[in-house]
């Protein structure tokens, strides 16, 4: 347990499980991970060609590292810069129980950590990306720091297709729908799909996969 930027945070263990909890609110576990390895291999399976140092990946939230793990797997992913604002979360990942759970991926020399807000980042850097995968809160429909909520906004859209290369891919993932966001992605990128993965219960995941034009 430990003092976050959102509040308490704090790993807890569930049979041979881990589940990550925020100010008492349940935000994500070790259990599945089908829909998080979703949203890195929805962009890196149509980044098509690129130098042979493979693509520039950002995935914006490390959570328990399954989005990480799936892009290092990937072939044609050849760096993956990580933004984490929750140091606890990624001392969890480094040295912590987490690290067994995706086979030691923060070790990998192709990862750079940035420990810092994504909004924030994203709005001081220079740096472009062949695709951003985001996993920050619970997506766009609510979240548990009131500050994310900023990410999903059209100005925040913006931000992140400014923030990709010509014809890079963004993906996003959502606890569930969001008509709403999907308007903002549609009056920004050139190409918008969803993607959806069932749940043990509740409504299913949402991957939402957005194209930027060259």
Known sequence: ????????IALRSADE???????GMFLMDTRD????RLMVTSV???IGARPAGGARILIGGLGVGCSL???????????????????????WNTTGPLRQVHGDALA??????????????????????DALCLDIDNGPTWTVSASNAELYT????????????????????GAQDDATFTARLRAQFTEVRTETVAVRRGEPDVVWVARRGR
């Open 69 to 91: 793990r799936a892009a290092l797997d990937h072939p044609a992913v050849g760096e993956v810069v990580v933004v984490e604002r929750e140091k606890a979360v990624v001392a």
């Open 1 to 8: 347990m430990a003092d976050g930027v959102c509040g308490v």
């Open 33 to 36: 991970g089908e829909s998080e």
């Open 154 to 173: 059209s100005d925040g859209v913006e931000l992140m297709w400014s923030r990709l290369r010509a014809g890079g891919l963004l993906s996003v993932w």
């Open 44 to 46: 890196a399976d149509e």
């Open 17 to 23: 499980h881990y589940e990550v909890i925020a100010d």
């Open 108 to 129: 990998d020399e192709r990862v750079r950590v940035v420990e810092a807000d994504l909004l924030e980042w994203l709005g001081r850097t220079d740096e472009r990306f």
